[in-house]
């Protein structure tokens, strides 16, 4: 069994802040008839209580996968094949599936991307909500009730009290995922992991639902794993930011300092990429060819395909994360030997 987590250099930062959740080593394998390959290989990330976590890659980057070990829903025959995840202090990744399934809405809240879909369209909101309080809170029904009216109207649904009896296609799309938010945080949890929660929504919406993200988890101070493929909507949320690559960490560091500095390749691509809102129209520059497939990963970093800055020992050894300013980046330009 693997040690309790300790503080990281690249969360040094919020080291004085309770660790809600701490990942070392993440693996998670699947088999298939080509072989087994790693959606999540060696990941390790911490989150502090009232922390943003922004996770961020373009599809196929291992973020949704990360996010569902994390909670414990990996489909067999897919499985965690390494590492550990604990929350609060506690081991929770061996735990039965009975045990996870008490966690899940209790402590661990989860913003699903569709919220049209997470939602069932044959039950009440209402209902939704108050089975949800009432399986994880000793309240009586009528009190789960008021609960779910003001978990709708500190989402900012109006006249809660009325539309609470309405059904899911009675909302719009942005006013279902502020009913899925209020759903994710009902019962209080400790961490919320919403996966690319903005992605359905226009531009206008996207900003309201990330701030009202941002504000409860202040308010409640609960730590949150925020995925996305939107390095905008990182840059206006997180705290701090995780990008991955091939399953793998590229880069961990402070919102600000990643998108300044990118120490990464992978991540300067990805802020090339990005269209500025405030600053000088500027052709984009793309990152050259595509995500490998999980059965073809290359040998060494598997971003050196890419990289404009390949050396040979890219394409022989997977770099170790070297430490960056409040943060880490696994890239053989940071080892010390090499010629700035």
């Known amino acids: 069994m693997a040690s309790t987590p300790s503080a990281d250099p690249e969360n040094s930062d919020a080291a004085a802040a309770r660790q809600v959740l701490s990942v070392r080593g993440l693996v998670v394998e699947i088999p298939t008839r080509a072989g087994v390959v790693r959606p999540v290989d060696g990941v390790s990330f911490d989150i502090a209580a009232g922390e943003i976590l922004g996770v961020v890659g373009e599809s196929g980057a291992g973020k949704s996968m990360t996010g569902a070990a994390v909670i414990g829903l990996i489909d067999p025959p897919g499985r965690i094949a390494g590492g550990a995840v604990w929350l609060d202090g506690a081991r929770i990744d061996d735990l039965g599936p009975e045990a996870l399934r008490r966690l899940r809405g209790k402590r661990i809240g989860m913003i699903f991307q569709d919220p049209l879909t997470a ?51 009675a909302f719009s799309g942005g006013m279902r995922q502020r009913v899925v938010i209020a759903l994710a945080l009902a019962a209080e949890p400790d961490l919320v992991i919403a996966d690319e929660p903005t992605t359905a929504l226009d531009v206008s919406v996207q900003a309201q639902i990330t701030a009202l993200l941002r504000r409860l988890c202040r308010q409640r101070g609960a730590a949150v794993m925020l995925i996305t493929h939107d390095m905008g909507v990182i840059a206006e949320t997180a705290d701090r930011v995780a990008v991955l690559y091939a399953g793998r960490l590229a880069e961990i560091g402070p919102v600000r300092g990643v998108i300044a500095t990118p120490r990464h390749p992978y991540t300067a691509g990805l802020m090339a990429a990005t269209p500025s809102a405030t600053g000088p129209g500027a052709r984009l ?25 390949v050396m040979a020992r890219c394409k022989t050894e997977a770099p170790p994360p070297f430490p960056t300013e409040g943060g880490a980046a696994a890239c053989w330009l940071l080892a010390p030997q090499v010629a700035r």
Do not use: K, W
């Not at 209402?126 to 709708?152: C, F, K, M, N, Y």
């Not at 793309?286 to 060494?300: E, F, T």
């Open 285 to 309: 520059r793309q990152i050259p060819g595509a995500m490998p497939r999980l059965d073809a990963i290359p040998q060494g970093c598997a971003f050196h395909p890419r990289c404009p800055h």
């Open 119 to 169: 939602l069932n369209p044959l039950l009440r909101i209402g209902d939704q909500l108050t089975e949800t309080i009432l399986t994880h809170l000793r309240v009586s029904p009528a009190e789960a009730r008021a609960r779910a009216v003001a978990a709708l109207a500190e989402v900012g649904v109006p006249g809660a009290a009325q539309r609470i009896d309405s059904y899911p296609h």
